[in-house]
């Protein structure tokens, strides 16, 4: 089943992209943030301190004229020197250091180009892409954000660092946070916070799914910035625990059920949210089908040692967690599951505006840093 589904979903992902109402790709933006210059300014002294010496009245025209040669090479020299250290130390500062210079979208892909790249490398990771626990981790990097406190969310990935890493919402994200690390030396320029959220950005677009428009401009904190546990969404609550978790981020309803659609990806680990399966077929293409499963499937529960979670009668190989039952069986949630699962393209702008949404919560963004869509590979 998992080879078949695999070979499908690879078939989906190769053939031309859909014509879903998308949000449409906007010219790219450059990133505004100026590079350091007191190195530069004092390479600069070097070189005009070591420009020339003075000359004395004293000394023959021959002598002064041989003199001026020797000092013209010499400025020449110096000056030569002095610009290849303002290009040395150039580079440091904008390309080894963590604080960048002046970036631009074309810098961005060049970081998505290689994180797609990438994202099947492993055959025999999951149903066959890094995708879904990329989405997993910028999800819940930002998912911890409270507006009322200003605390949380992507702008300081500090899931880096202990205890945060340690809490059990977030148990096998260390698998999402390795694959990201060869990247992230490839090009030490960009933050983790920064670098996390591309890598949804990335995953969500190859997989078939919206353009994301993406901004930079997060800044990386240490542990001190780590949030309590408990900020992100329980799978064995129902209706009111989402709406306490979601609301304090500043959430609505429709917004909670168009977020939830990303449950369309990947699949649950016994080894590390306790629950199993995948919720749809295609666990590696975003679609509506999770909604339409939810509407359409007859469920029952999963009898098994494991947490309460429900299965598909049909097959018994699709899943559904508790939470994700609380979406039609309340009725405002409800409304959003009937209108997403009979239209894709609403599902796709209403999610792309939401997970746009979830990614900038709390980041204090330059005014002329605006967003910008990446290209896909395919």
Same mark, same amino acid.
């Given at each position: 089943?998992?080879?078949?589904?695999?070979?499908?979903?690879? %078939?989906?992902?190769?053939?031309? !992209?859909?014509?879903? /109402? *998308? +949000?449409? #790709? =906007? &010219?790219?933006?450059? %990133?505004?943030?100026?590079?350091? !210059?007191?190195?530069? /300014? *004092? +390479?600069? #002294? =070097? &070189?005009?301190?070591?420009?020339?010496?003075?000359?004395?009245?004293?000394?023959?025209?021959?002598?002064?004229?041989?003199?001026?040669?020797?000092?013209?090479?010499?400025?020449?020299?110096?000056?030569?020197?002095?610009?290849?250290?303002?290009?040395?130390?150039?580079?440091?500062?904008?390309?080894?250091?963590?604080?960048?210079?002046?970036?631009?979208?074309?810098?961005?892909?060049?970081?998505?180009?290689?994180?797609?790249?990438?994202?099947?490398?492993?055959?025999?990771?999951?149903?066959?892409?890094?995708?879904?626990?990329?989405?997993?981790?910028?999800?819940?990097?930002?998912?911890?954000?409270?507006?009322?406190?200003?605390?949380?969310?992507?702008?300081?990935?500090?899931?880096?660092?202990?205890?945060?890493?340690?809490?059990?919402?977030?148990?096998?994200?260390?698998?999402?946070?390795?694959?990201?690390?060869?990247?992230?030396?490839?090009?030490?320029?960009?933050?983790?916070?920064?670098?996390?959220?591309?890598?949804?950005?990335?995953?969500?677009?190859?997989?078939?799914?919206?353009?994301?428009?993406?901004?930079?401009?997060?800044?990386?904190?240490?542990?001190?910035?780590?949030?309590?546990?408990?900020?992100?969404?329980?799978?064995?609550?129902?209706?009111?625990?989402?709406?306490?978790?979601?609301?304090?981020?500043?959430?609505?309803?429709?917004?909670?059920?168009?977020?939830?659609?990303?449950?369309?990806?990947?699949?649950?680990?016994?080894?590390?949210?306790?629950?199993?399966?995948?919720?749809?077929?295609?666990?590696?293409?975003?679609?509506?089908?999770?909604?339409?499963?939810?509407?359409?499937?007859?469920?029952?529960?999963?009898?098994?040692?494991?947490?309460?979670?429900?299965?598909?009668?049909?097959?018994?190989?699709?899943?559904?967690?508790?939470?994700?039952?609380?979406?039609?069986?309340?009725?405002?949630?409800?409304?959003?599951?009937?209108?997403?699962?009979?239209?894709?393209?609403?599902?796709?702008?209403?999610?792309?505006?939401?997970?746009?949404?979830?990614?900038?919560?709390?980041?204090?963004?330059?005014?002329?840093?605006?967003?910008?869509?990446?290209?896909?590979?395919?």
């Amino acid at each position: 089943m998992a080879t078949a589904a695999r070979t499908f979903t690879r %078939a989906l992902r190769t053939s031309a !992209r859909p014509a879903f /109402a *998308a +949000v449409p #790709r =906007a &010219a790219p933006r450059t %990133a505004f943030t100026a590079a350091p !210059r007191s190195g530069v /300014a *004092a +390479v600069r #002294r =070097a &070189a005009f301190q070591q420009g020339g010496r003075r000359y004395y009245s004293s000394e023959s025209s021959s002598s002064s004229e041989s003199t001026e040669q020797k000092s013209g090479s010499s400025r020449t020299a110096a000056i030569a020197g002095a610009l290849a250290l303002v290009a040395i130390a150039g580079y440091y500062a904008t390309t080894l250091s963590g604080s960048s210079g002046p970036r631009t979208a074309k810098d961005y892909q060049a970081v998505y180009d290689v994180i797609a790249s990438r994202l099947e490398e492993n055959d025999e990771y999951d149903d066959g892409s890094y995708g879904p626990v990329l989405v997993r981790l910028a999800w819940h990097a930002s998912g911890t954000f409270d507006k009322q406190t200003g605390t949380g969310g992507s702008n300081g990935a500090t899931m880096r660092f202990a205890p945060e890493s340690d809490h059990g919402a977030n148990a096998g994200l260390k698998a999402a946070r390795d694959f990201l690390e060869p990247v992230k030396k490839q090009f030490p320029w960009i933050t983790y916070s920064d670098l996390w959220i591309l890598g949804g950005v990335c995953a969500i677009q190859e997989m078939l799914g919206p353009n994301i428009p993406f901004r930079p401009g997060r800044e990386d904190k240490d542990v001190a910035a780590c949030t309590p546990d408990g900020r992100l969404p329980d799978a064995s609550q129902a209706h009111d625990h989402l709406r306490n978790i979601f609301y304090r981020m500043g959430f609505n309803d429709q917004e909670i059920v168009a977020l939830a659609g990303a449950h369309a990806l990947g699949r649950c680990h016994p080894d590390r949210s306790g629950y199993s399966g995948p919720w749809t077929f295609s666990p590696t293409v975003l679609t509506n089908d999770f909604y339409k499963l939810l509407l359409d499937e007859k469920w029952q529960y999963k009898k098994w040692d494991g947490p309460k979670q429900f299965e598909d009668k049909k097959t018994g190989t699709l899943m559904m967690l508790p939470a994700d039952m609380a979406l039609v069986q309340d009725k405002k949630f409800n409304e959003w599951v009937k209108k997403y699962a009979a239209d894709n393209d609403l599902f796709f702008k209403d999610f792309s505006a939401v997970i746009v949404k979830l990614f900038e919560l709390g980041v204090p963004f330059k005014e002329d840093v605006k967003p910008f869509v990446l290209k896909t590979s395919n």
